[in-house]
């Protein structure tokens, strides 16, 4: 079973920073693409930002102020958040797929992490 464990959330201030990490179970090198979604309350998944081997990709409400990487030997993917705002406040989710043949992809989620910005 593949695993993806997320931390990092918590409470910060507007206009504080946040680093969010994904820990998978198995080489991310494995995975075609990585993102990260979140979901406020009332409101449908968004994703916030892709990297895959097209590059990194950025929700326009993110872009400029987060960004999404990777450390290959420590399998863990990351998103740094900085000049947060109260509308990011979410519960944030690692997300990886994978093509395992030509019919068929495999998809993983993390359980997710809670990200609250009020003052």
């Known amino acids: 079973q593949v695993q993806l464990v997320e931390s990092g959330g918590g409470l910060v201030q507007p206009g504080g920073s946040l680093r969010l990490s994904c820990v998978a179970s198995?080489?991310?090198?494995?995975?075609?693409?990585m993102d990260w979604y979140r979901q406020a309350p009332g409101k449908e998944r968004e994703r916030v930002a892709r990297i895959s081997d097209s590059g990194t990709y950025y929700a326009d409400s993110v872009n400029g102020r987060f960004t999404i990487s990777r450390d290959d030997a420590k399998r863990t993917l990351y998103l740094q958040m900085n000049s947060l705002k109260p509308e990011d406040t979410a519960v944030y989710y690692c997300?990886?797929?994978?093509?395992?043949?030509?019919?068929?992809?495999?998809?993983?989620w993390g359980q997710g992490t809670q990200v609250t910005v009020s003052s």
């Open positions: 997300h990886a797929q994978r093509r395992v043949s030509i019919e068929a992809d495999v998809e993983y």
């Open positions: 198995r080489r991310i090198s494995t995975f075609d693409k």
